[in-house]
């Protein structure tokens, strides 16, 4: 995800934002004032963002100044000019306690915020890095409307106050909410990252003009969706004013495929990532001891399976043990700037012209994926997409609405390739999702469950058609060797080898069986002979070329002795063979899908066998199906003030 969330606590504040974030992520020096500590670190001042401002008294785009800071976040949650508003009661013969109430903005609290940190696609950043100055400002001008937008979805459709006994009630705040945006230019390692970190507070003021406090379980639930919203809006305002385009790029295998702008080296981006080296070695130890932790009485402590919640955990545990020191010395953008071009010519591999010409390059590329590849979104099939893989990269096959959106906003993202999409075209696929393709299974026992955003679906296709997630298996007797993959039984241990020399198995991940299954279901469409969905036939060829990585889009290998004839396009365009040439030079390991009839055939049969459980879920539900037909999700119901699932949660969608 390009969108991190952590909370705010008052503490925090004082320790660490004022400090470090607010200047750069750079050591402020003692006794120096927030402004002058900002000019020496280089970074822009704080601004104030959000709809809430004018409740406060206060105008999108001001300064942020120490003690407005202070006040709303280090102060658990008190008006941001709480100073001037004691003084001014005081001076008018109020007490001491009147005036400190007339600063406060409701009840005390001890998280006061959430810090949301900003950040583009690594190809975004770096030609924001290595190109011109108009360049430069295109891509900060995107990134700083995508965050707006983002937060106005987040205050629409996301924040709810929470109040009465237990938060019984819940409403969204009508005003709006208040966010304080940092910029920062730089990761730890020194290599170039825009973005920017947005202290969203969680005051919120109610109907009744009383203040409450937003839930911020609520916003942990919704970070994906916001990621892949942001994500979607920044690529396709600067694929639109620069002339680029994405391209769908596998960066771990198995893992779902990142968008990036076509036509930038994956050396470069290998270039920016030098912790992600760091990371991958410490996590390759972590699963050693994983794998081979025993207790006191020598029995293993773990499953030997490496699950995929597991990894996850140990990834984080990996990235706080190889996280480097902040910076040392400030300096400024141009500084910046010209080291990080010096450093990628010296560093990276990537030759000096290509980085000098990093935008001619990347535009290149996507002439030619544009000439080939035509945006065709048609919401049934890609409804089809984004229940399939929803249905499967979540837990038991069970999933909200949230994960639904997210996976519409890449399905899109995945589609356009840098085009901009028309508004609301992710909740049509979302409707469409629900009305055909879900099956609502809430057991509300709450009032709250009963709400739209808190329903819980599966999935109505026969689901023996489906890859489920199996269980890991027993841990293995000390003399087996752990099973290759968790469904099969542990085979014995070669002679002489201890634990932890065998290749560490891990369970696969979810998105590998999430393609899998979508292309089970489009493959049913496309082979059947009803292809009429209500009522009409859709373009299943020309949805899924317009899906489909540029790899398996590419020409065949031109015959040498009549390699001065023009390439056939097939739709009567021509293409530049120099920006064919720059899109090849560019290309990386491309997820792709070969289905032949006989893959499928096998597909059938390994899904069937697994399907089991997916059975038990229909029939508890089916007499209730029979009775009461689902209906789609209306305008209304996606606008209602709906609250949102509570527990724990950490910042990540299960199964995304």
């Known amino acids: 995800m390009t969108v991190d969330i952590r909370v705010v ?34 970074v822009p001042v704080g601004r104030w963002m959000g709809r809430g401002l004018g409740a406060l008294g206060l105008a999108p785009g001001e300064e ?19 100073d001037r508003i004691e003084a001014d009661r005081l001076a008018q013969g109020a007490s001491p306690t009147e005036a400190y109430r007339a600063g406060a903005l409701g009840r005390r609290v001890t998280v006061t915020g959430v810090d949301f940190v900003f950040r583009p696609q690594p190809s975004i950043y770096l030609l924001w890095a290595f190109g011109d100055e108009e360049t430069r400002l295109v891509i900060e001008a995107a990134h700083e409307r995508a965050i707006v937008r983002v937060l106005e979805w987040i205050e629409d459709e996301v924040a709810v106050i929470r109040y009465g006994t237990r938060g019984t009630y819940r409403v969204r705040p009508p005003g709006g909410l ?18 920017d970190h947005l202290l969203l507070s969680v005051k919120g003021q109610r109907l009744d003009g009383k203040w409450g406090s937003i839930h911020t379980t609520a916003l942990y639930e919704n970070t994906v969706a916001a990621s892949a919203l942001y994500n979607e809006l920044v690529a396709s305002e600067v694929c639109e004013e620069l002339g680029l385009a994405t391209e769908p790029r596998t960066v771990t295998p198995g893992r779902r495929p990142v968008m990036e702008i076509a ?55 990996a990235a706080r043990k190889t996280r480097p020191p902040k910076k040392g010395k400030a300096r400024s953008l141009g500084q910046l700037r010209a080291d990080w071009r010096a450093s990628a010519i010296r560093t990276s591999g990537v030759p000096a012209d290509v980085i000098s010409s990093l935008l001619e390059y990347a535009r290149a590329a996507a002439a030619a994926i544009r000439a080939r590849v035509a945006a065709v979104v048609d919401i049934v099939l890609a409804a089809v997409d984004v229940a399939a893989t929803v249905f499967v990269m979540n837990n038991g096959g069970r999933f909200h609405r949230r994960h639904l959106l997210a996976e519409a906003r890449r399905h899109l993202a995945l589609v356009l390739r840098g085009r901009r999409r028309d508004p609301g075209l992710d909740e049509e696929i979302v409707a469409a999702a629900i009305s055909t393709h879900c099956l609502d299974i809430t057991e509300p026992k709450t009032v709250r469950g009963r709400e739209a955003g808190y329903r819980l679906y599966t999935a109505r296709w026969p689901l023996s058609d489906l890859p489920a997630r199996r269980r890991p298996a027993p841990a293995p007797a000390p003399d087996r060797q752990p099973p290759a993959d968790p469904g099969e039984p542990p085979a014995h241990r070669p002679p002489g080898q201890d634990a932890g020399e065998w290749e560490i198995p891990r369970i696969p991940l979810q998105y590998e069986r999430a393609v899998l299954a979508g292309a089970v279901v489009r493959e049913q469409l496309r082979t059947t002979t009803a292809t009429a ?5 859709y373009d299943v060829v020309a949805h899924q070329q317009a899906a489909m990585p540029e790899q398996l889009l590419a020409p065949e290998p031109a015959d040498p002795e009549h390699d ?34 006989e893959r499928l055939r096998h597909l059938q049969d390994a899904f069937t066998a697994a399907a089991g459980r997916a059975h038990t879920t229909m029939d508890r539900y089916k007499l209730r199906d029979d009775a009461e037909t689902p209906h789609p999700a209306h305008g209304d119901d996606q606008q209602a003030h709906r609250p949102q699932e509570s527990g724990p949660h950490r910042g990540r969608e299960t199964g995304h």
């Open 9 to 42: 606590r008052a503490g925090q504040m004082y320790r660490y934002y004022l400090r470090e974030t607010v200047v750069g992520d750079g050591r402020r020096p003692a006794r120096t004032p927030l402004r002058a500590a900002q000019e020496q670190a280089g």
């Open 64 to 82: 942020v100044t120490e003690a407005q800071l202070r006040n709303l976040f280090g102060e658990r949650g008190r008006h941001p000019d709480a």
């Open 178 to 195: 208040v966010a304080a945006r940092f910029r920062h230019y730089e990761a730890r390692s020194g290599r170039p990252l825009l973005h």
């Open 263 to 317: 036509g930038v080296p994956h050396g470069l981006i290998r270039w920016t990532a030098r912790r992600s080296d760091q990371i991958a070695a410490c996590l390759a130890e972590l699963e050693h001891e994983y794998v081979t932790a025993v207790d006191d009485d020598g029995e293993p402590k773990f499953l030997p399976v490496v699950s995929e919640r597991a990894r996850a955990k140990l990834n984080t545990i």
């Open 533 to 537: 969905v209500r009522g009409r036939a």
């Open 564 to 597: 001065d004839q023009e390439p056939k396009t097939g739709r009567g365009e021509a293409i530049d063979m120099t920006a064919l040439r720059a899109l090849r030079d560019s290309r990386t390991d491309v997820e792709a899908l070969d289905l032949t009839a």
